[in-house]
């Protein structure tokens, strides 16, 4: 909850706690010292305070990213895109240092492992050579594992058109959002911003002609939730 919404929470319950008291007097005509009125007061403001503020909080949402040999700042990074990430505030994120006690966990996988998750389901380029995705794994009963490809990771995909940096955010934040519960969105006229499609599209695959492909969470993106989601 931000600073200005906590004020207004505050000032609306004070006004309202006013009004409730000074009819609870007239109507039982007790009549009571200022300060004894104030005190009263003041501990009912601090309570409703509590109450509201632990409602109106979103659940916090943790997450791990494992260490990588292949790419040493590969954490630092992920770290940095998702603290960057509107998705921080907007879900209460937070990295925690024990994968078994987060959430969401995330790791940087080797292509040749990745492969076995591929095979049933092999998906290609027009010009013959397979697209390689990054996965989410999860279930209602199962935590959401999030497996970077490497190649992607470190070199990019021309396809998508975006840069190296550019990618890598898109990547991220695109299996963080799988991971959220979040599904995948068509980019069209009515998805996309300013010609952007939005993340949750398969950039990876490329975008449709006359779009350029997005690496931001679009509105669109909130719209369209996973069935087997785990949060």
Same mark, same amino acid.
């Given at each position: 909850?931000? @600073?200005?919404?906590?004020?207004?929470?505050?000032?609306? %319950?004070?006004?309202? /706690?006013?009004?409730?008291?000074?009819?609870?007097?007239? @109507?039982?005509? /007790?009549?009571?010292?200022?300060?004894?009125?104030?005190?009263?007061?003041?501990?009912?403001?601090?309570?409703?305070?509590? *109450? %509201?503020?632990? =409602?109106?909080? $979103?659940?916090?949402?943790?997450?791990? *990213?494992?260490? #990588?040999? %292949?790419?040493? @700042?590969?954490?630092?990074?992920?770290?940095?895109? =998702?603290?960057?990430?509107?998705?921080?505030?907007?879900?209460?994120?937070?990295? /925690?240092?024990?994968?078994?006690?987060?959430?969401?966990?995330?790791?940087?996988?080797?292509?040749?492992?990745?492969?076995?998750?591929?095979?049933?389901? !092999?998906?290609?380029? $027009?010009?013959?050579?397979?697209?390689?995705? #990054?996965?989410?794994?999860?279930? !209602?009963?199962?935590?959401?594992?999030?497996?970077?490809?490497?190649?992607?990771?470190?070199?990019?995909?021309?396809? #998508?058109?975006?840069?190296?940096?550019?990618?890598?955010?898109?990547?991220?934040?695109?299996?963080?959002?799988?991971?959220?519960?979040?599904?995948?969105?068509?980019?069209?006229?009515?998805?996309?911003?300013?010609? /952007?499609? $939005? %993340?949750? @599209?398969?950039?990876?695959?490329?975008?449709?002609?006359?779009?350029?492909?997005?690496?931001?969470?679009? $509105?669109?993106?909130?719209?369209?939730?996973?069935?087997?989601?785990?949060?």
């Amino acid at each position: 909850m931000s @600073t200005n919404t906590i004020n207004e929470t505050v000032k609306s %319950i004070n006004y309202t /706690v006013d009004d409730l008291l000074n009819k609870t007097f007239n @109507t039982i005509h /007790v009549v009571l010292p200022d300060w004894a009125k104030t005190l009263i007061k003041l501990i009912l403001v601090i309570i409703l305070v509590v *109450v %509201i503020t632990k =409602i109106i909080k $979103p659940r916090q949402i943790t997450y791990y *990213v494992y260490d #990588s040999t %292949i790419d040493p @700042t590969f954490a630092k990074d992920v770290k940095n895109i =998702i603290a960057q990430s509107e998705l921080t505030p907007k879900y209460n994120l937070l990295c /925690v240092n024990d994968p078994h006690a987060a959430d969401i966990t995330i790791k940087l996988k080797k292509r040749q492992e990745m492969d076995k998750w591929h095979e049933e389901d !092999k998906q290609y380029y $027009p010009d013959g050579r397979q697209i390689r995705f #990054s996965l989410t794994w999860q279930g !209602k009963e199962h935590k959401p594992r999030i497996y970077i490809d490497d190649q992607n990771w470190l070199n990019g995909v021309k396809e #998508s058109g975006l840069t190296l940096e550019q990618y890598k955010e898109y990547v991220i934040i695109h299996e963080l959002m799988h991971g959220l519960g979040f599904d995948h969105q068509p980019c069209n006229e009515t998805t996309a911003v300013n010609g /952007v499609c $939005p %993340i949750m @599209t398969q950039s990876t695959r490329g975008c449709p002609k006359g779009f350029r492909c997005g690496y931001k969470p679009l $509105p669109a993106d909130y719209t369209l939730k996973l069935d087997n989601r785990y949060i």
